[in-house]
């Protein structure tokens, strides 16, 4: 063990904010799960809303997960949401989501952009790209 009281207080402040992290249930960063008491508040902002059309049982939608949870943190002015297509059918069927996962860019309520397919994060960036400010 080191005798500096500084890393040792760093190590015990790092311990501590680990075993927090084990206690609270897992919610990524940034990232809003919407459903029907929440999309059309979530869509309708200025921001930009990058929705993910995702379902439990799609294997490519979980391979995009990490992809997307990441370029969450590299666009701030970017709001990431992402919709259960199983549990929001009503939603899912009325932006006629037919293929997942499906992303698509709101602003103001209004569809500006739209990708289908496990895009991987070339294609997460560049719709992002287009349409940070």
């Given at each position: 063990?080191?005798?500096?009281?500084?890393?040792?207080?760093?190590?015990?402040?790092?311990?501590?904010?680990?075993l927090?992290?084990?206690?609270?249930?897992?919610?990524?960063?940034g990232?809003i799960?919407?459903?029907?008491?929440?999309?059309e508040?979530?869509?309708?902002?200025d921001?930009?809303?990058?929705?993910d059309f995702?379902?439990e049982?799609c294997?490519?939608?979980?391979?995009?997960h990490?992809?997307?949870?990441?370029l969450s943190?590299?666009?701030p002015?970017?709001?990431?949401?992402?919709?259960n297509?199983?549990?929001?059918?009503?939603?899912?069927?009325?932006?006629a989501v037919?293929s997942?996962p499906?992303?698509?860019?709101?602003?103001?309520?209004?569809?500006?952009d739209?990708?289908?397919?496990?895009?991987?994060a070339p294609?997460?960036n560049?719709?992002?790209?287009k349409?940070?400010s």
């Open positions: 063990m080191s005798d500096d009281p500084e890393i040792e207080k760093i190590k015990q402040r790092k311990l501590e904010e680990m927090k992290q084990q206690s609270q249930p897992k919610v990524e960063p990232i799960d919407l459903n029907d008491s929440n999309f508040q979530t869509v309708s902002a921001n930009p809303t990058l929705v995702w379902a049982w294997g490519p939608c979980k391979m995009m990490p992809v997307f949870e990441s943190k590299k666009y002015t970017i709001k990431f949401a992402r919709i297509v199983d549990n929001n059918q009503n939603i899912a069927m009325r932006f037919q997942i499906t992303f698509i860019m709101f602003k103001a309520g209004q569809i500006i739209k990708m289908m397919g496990a895009v991987g294609g997460i560049m719709i992002c790209k349409h940070s």
